[in-house]
């Protein structure tokens, strides 16, 4: 098995609910066997030595410099290098409300702080909140309740 298939089962795996997968081969009396685990780095092993692969947590990237001020925009003029996305850690389902009843968690124009609860991701029947990494604003809601979002993909922008 060379390294464009290890790349490529790793981009599947990343890209699907799967909790866990495993895939083995042997060729030419030399046996590899891929092994990779959701929230633990996954790791790729020849015969014996074991590689690991890097993977990288996802958390809110600030695209600029940190807030200054605690006060929002006073013009409405959004000044996007003040601005940090939160991104999905996973793929699922994603919630804006605890129940359908509910009031959501969050809306545009929301004051939030470090820890509050943002959305709820579905994956796999689990429910997996997703909180705020810094104090702010949320200037933006993207995906609406009930959409299906992929890992990486943007859900809020926070001022």
Do not use: H, W
Not at 12 to 40: A, I
Not at 61 to 79: C, I, N, R
Not at 98 to 127: H, N, Q, Y
């Amino acid at each position: 098995m060379d390294v464009k298939i290890v790349k490529n089962l790793l981009n599947l795996f990343e890209n699907s609910q799967l909790g866990e997968m495993e895939v083995e081969s042997t060729e030419n009396g030399e046996s590899l066997r891929v092994t990779l685990k959701r929230n633990v780095a996954p790791c790729v092993s020849v015969g014996t030595a074991p590689v690991a692969v890097a993977s990288a947590p996802v958390t809110a990237e600030p695209v600029g410099e940190k807030l200054q001020a605690e006060t929002g925009p006073s013009d409405g003029v959004l000044d996007y290098n003040l601005v940090s996305d939160i991104k999905s850690p996973m793929v699922g389902v994603f919630y804006s409300a605890p129940s359908p009843e509910s009031e959501p968690f969050v809306t545009r124009g929301t004051r939030v702080k470090k820890g509050d609860t943002l959305c709820i991701i579905e994956a796999m029947k689990l429910m997996n909140e997703v909180v705020a990494e810094r104090d702010g604003e949320i200037v933006e809601i993207l995906p609406k309740s009930g959409e299906l979002v992929e890992f990486g993909q943007v859900l809020f922008r926070i001022f």
